[in-house]
């Protein structure tokens, strides 16, 4: 059971729609505690103000804590001008991306994938995406151990 969980949320400006940024603190048997973040990023806007606004809305979680790091979601990462956003937001953190092979993600027209699993303070030690009917994504499988 996570220590702490809340929920962020956010209106898309043309659709209304709600997305959500859902926020939860583990305890580790080692003192440490891991945080883990699931996005579902805000997709349909002109610019990428709004999507860069829900992106720093977790600013303050990724500045104060210093141990184990989980980011996971659909990014709607769609555009060139959303992935530099995305990797700006995230650059001061040391944070990694884990890379899929083979991807079998979620792409937009542009190729770019929609959904990412960025980690920090844990060592990758495997990695998938099966393909999937049972949602308009297909799912990202990824395995850690912590950083000694």
Request: with cysteine.
């Amino acid at each position: 059971m996570p220590k702490v969980a809340c929920a962020n949320l956010q209106v898309e400006p043309w659709l209304q729609l709600p997305k959500s940024g859902l926020y939860a603190e583990y305890a580790l048997s080692n003192g440490q505690s891991l945080i883990a973040l699931n996005l579902h990023s805000v997709n349909f806007t002109i610019g990428t103000q709004e999507y860069q606004q829900q992106l720093e809305s977790f600013k303050q979680v990724l500045e104060s804590h210093s141990g184990p790091l989980l980011i996971a979601g659909d990014f709607n990462s769609w555009s060139e001008s959303r992935m530099a956003v995305l990797k700006q937001a995230l650059s001061d953190y040391q944070i990694q991306e884990v890379k899929f092979t083979p991807d079998h993600r979620k792409r937009f027209v542009t190729g770019l994938p929609l959904d990412h699993i960025f980690f920090r303070g844990m060592t990758l030690e495997a990695m998938s995406t099966p393909e999937s009917d049972a949602s308009d994504h297909n799912p990202m499988l990824a395995e850690f151990v912590l950083a000694q």
